[in-house]
Structure formats: structure tokens, C-alpha cells
């Protein structure tokens, strides 16, 4: 985020944005919601279940990883991930302030 002086900005509007940019991906959301609803971790069933190659499966981990949302342990020859509960709260919870900002209801405000 060099170029739009992130220094301008909150660390609360950084976060926001980070985390926006990292969940800006359909298949970064598929992930989320099978890993979610799996009891336990999930290793190497996500191929199978999103429909998409290995190697695009694991950029996509990593990049969820960067944030904190998943988190992941060596089980053997693969990893396996289950959502890191307290980031998932933390992230709802800046969400949530996010858009509990009041608007303008009025109608002459467009």
C-alpha cells in the first residue's frame, strides 16, 4: 500500500483494508466458509470440495494465513487449517464498527 501513504490514514482504516483486500476473493471466501464449517481442521479435502488446483489452493491459504484469519498444523505430509477464533472475532469486531456509523437517511442528501 506504498503509493497511497497508508500514513494518512488509522490503524483501524489500514486493518479494514487489509482485510478487505484479503477477503476480496470468492475463493478465499469458499475456503473460509468449508474450513468454518468442518468439525476440526481440514487438509487436503479443499481441492476436492473448491474445485480448484493445489497450487492455487495454497496461495489462497496464504494469503488468509497473512492476515491471521487461519492458522494451520503439520499433520504427517500436509497442513491442515481451522480458523484462529480469537482473529476471526477481532476482524467481526472491527467490521461490525465499521458499519455501525450513522448515515445520512434523508432523502436530500444525493
Same mark, same amino acid.
Given at each position: 500500500?506504498? *503509493? =497511497? @501513504?497508508?500514513?494518512?490514514?488509522? /490503524?483501524?482504516?489500514? &486493518?479494514?483494508?487489509?482485510?478487505? +483486500?484479503?477477503? $476480496? ?7 473460509l ?5 468442518t ?7 479443499? *481441492? =476436492? @470440495?473448491?474445485?480448484?488446483a493445489? /497450487?492455487t489452493?495454497? &496461495?489462497?491459504l496464504?494469503?488468509? +494465513?497473512?492476515? $491471521? ?14 480458523i484462529?477464533?480469537?482473529k ?23
Open positions: 500500500m506504498g *503509493v =497511497t @501513504k497508508t500514513d494518512n490514514f488509522t /490503524a483501524s482504516q489500514n &486493518q479494514i483494508a487489509i482485510v478487505a +483486500k484479503v477477503l $476480496g476473493h470468492p475463493a478465499r471466501i469458499a475456503i466458509q468449508q474450513i468454518a464449517t468439525k476440526g481442521c481440514i487438509c487436503g479435502d479443499l *481441492v =476436492t @470440495k473448491i474445485g480448484l493445489q /497450487a489452493i495454497s &496461495q489462497h496464504r494469503e488468509l +494465513k497473512s492476515i $491471521g484469519i487461519i492458522k494451520g498444523n503439520i499433520e504427517g505430509t500436509s497442513i491442515c487449517y481451522c484462529n477464533q480469537e476471526w472475532n477481532e476482524i467481526r469486531q472491527d467490521l461490525e464498527a465499521f458499519f455501525n456509523f450513522e448515515i445520512c437517511s434523508s432523502n436530500d442528501c444525493c
